[in-house]
C-alpha cells in the first residue's frame, strides 16, 4: 500500500525486504510478476537499510528526496544542494526512471534521476557512458555494493572489474546489447567496438528486459519469458572460466576444450611449471630452469 506506480503499470517504487529479515529497502521492480522472481532493479539506500517500521520516502524540506525512520534518521538522500521543495515533484516514469521535478523548470528538466545513479541494473532507455557503473549486489538477499562492477572504459571498451582490478573485458558484443546500452535508436551503434559483433536483423523489442551485474561476476542479459513466466536469460560474460582475465595466471594459458571434458583448463607454456602449491602467489607458471 502507498507504492507509487507508473502510469503504464509497468514498474513499481515502494519498500521491500529480503530473506524475511527486518531490513527494508527502498526499490524499483517490474510489477505483476511472481514474487519468486522480482527483482529489484534499483534499490536507494543499498548499502544502508531501515531496521525499524517507521520507514518513509519523501521530498525533504531540503528539496531532496530522502529515505527516512524514526526520529526523522535519514538512510538515503538524492544529495542535492538545498533548495525549496515547494514546486518539486517525484514521478515514477514508464521507462522505470524515478525523477525529480521542478514544475518551474518544465517536465522535461530533472534535477535528479534514477537512470542516472544505477545500482546493479541497466534498464532499456538508459544510456551507458564514463559517468555510469552497475555495481554488483553483495549477494542474493544482499543489496549492499559487492565486488563486481559493469562500466565502459576509453570511451569504448566495456569491462568488468572484480575489487577494482580488471576480471573481464568484452572483445565481441552482440548487437542487441550494443544497441541497449547505447540506447540507439537508428539501425548504427553510435560509436565503434573493436572487435564488436553486429548482426542488425529486425529491430529488436526489448520489453521487459534488464542488463544485470551479477554477484556472481557474471554480466547477463534477462528478458521476461510471458509463456514460461521466468526470466530467460538471453545473454552473458565470461562465457566460461577462461574468458577471465589472467585466469591461469603468469606464463598459463587456459584450455578451453578441457572445460567440457571436466579437465583442468589451465596449462604451462613450455619451459614452465606450475608454482608449488603454499607459494605465496600459486597459481600460475615459473621457469622450470633459472
Known amino acids: 500500500t502507498g507504492n507509487l506506480v507508473s502510469s503504464s503499470r509497468t514498474f513499481e517504487l515502494g519498500f521491500f525486504s529480503l530473506s524475511g529479515e527486518k531490513k527494508y529497502y527502498l526499490g524499483i521492480w517490474y510489477r505483476e510478476l511472481e514474487k519468486e522472481t522480482q527483482k529489484a532493479v534499483w534499490v ?4 544502508k537499510p531501515v531496521e525499524d517500521s ?6 525533504a524540506e531540503d528539496g531532496n528526496m530522502v529515505v527516512e525512520g524514526a526520529s526523522s534518521k535519514r538512510y538515503w538522500s538524492s544529495k542535492l544542494e538545498a533548495s525549496s521543495p515547494t ?6 516514469l514508464d521507462s522505470g526512471n524515478l525523477v525529480l521535478m521542478d514544475d518551474n523548470l518544465g517536465i522535461t528538466s530533472y534535477l535528479w534521476q534514477s537512470f542516472q545513479n544505477p ?5 532499456p532507455g538508459m544510456k551507458m557512458d564514463a559517468n555510469l557503473s552497475l555495481i554488483s549486489w553483495k549477494d542474493a538477499t544482499d543489496p549492499s555494493p559487492g565486488n563486481f562492477s559493469f562500466k565502459l572504459i576509453h570511451g569504448q571498451k566495456f569491462v568488468v572489474e572484480k575489487h577494482l582490478k580488471r576480471y573481464w573485458t568484452l572483445d565481441a558484443i552482440d548487437y542487441r546489447i550494443a544497441r541497449l546500452l547505447e540506447n540507439a ?10 572487435g564488436i559483433t553486429l548482426n542488425p536483423g529486425r529491430a529488436y523489442r526489448y520489453g521487459k528486459s534488464m542488463l544485470l551485474m ?21 545473454w552473458s560474460r565470461p562465457a566460461d572460466k577462461c574468458d577471465i582475465y589472467n585466469c591461469c595466471g603468469s606464463f598459463g594459458f587456459c584450455n578451453k576444450n578441457n572445460l567440457n ?18 607459494e605465496i602467489q600459486d597459481k600460475g607458471c615459473v621457469r622450470k630452469s633459472t
Open 119 to 123: 545500482t546493479d541494473t541497466f534498464l
Open 44 to 47: 536507494a539506500n543499498r548499502d
Open 54 to 59: 517507521s520507514r518513509v520516502f519523501r521530498i
Open 185 to 194: 535508436t537508428s539501425g548504427k551503434v553510435p560509436y565503434k567496438l573493436s
Open 214 to 234: 551479477n554477484y556472481s561476476g557474471e554480466i547477463q542479459f534477462l528478458k521476461w519469458d510471458e509463456d514460461d513466466r521466468q526470466w530467460d536469460k538471453r
Open 87 to 92: 514546486n518539486r515533484t517525484v514521478k515514477l
Open 261 to 278: 571434458l571436466n579437465l583442468e583448463p589451465c596449462r604451462c607454456l613450455p619451459g614452465f611449471r606450475r608454482r608449488p602449491a603454499g
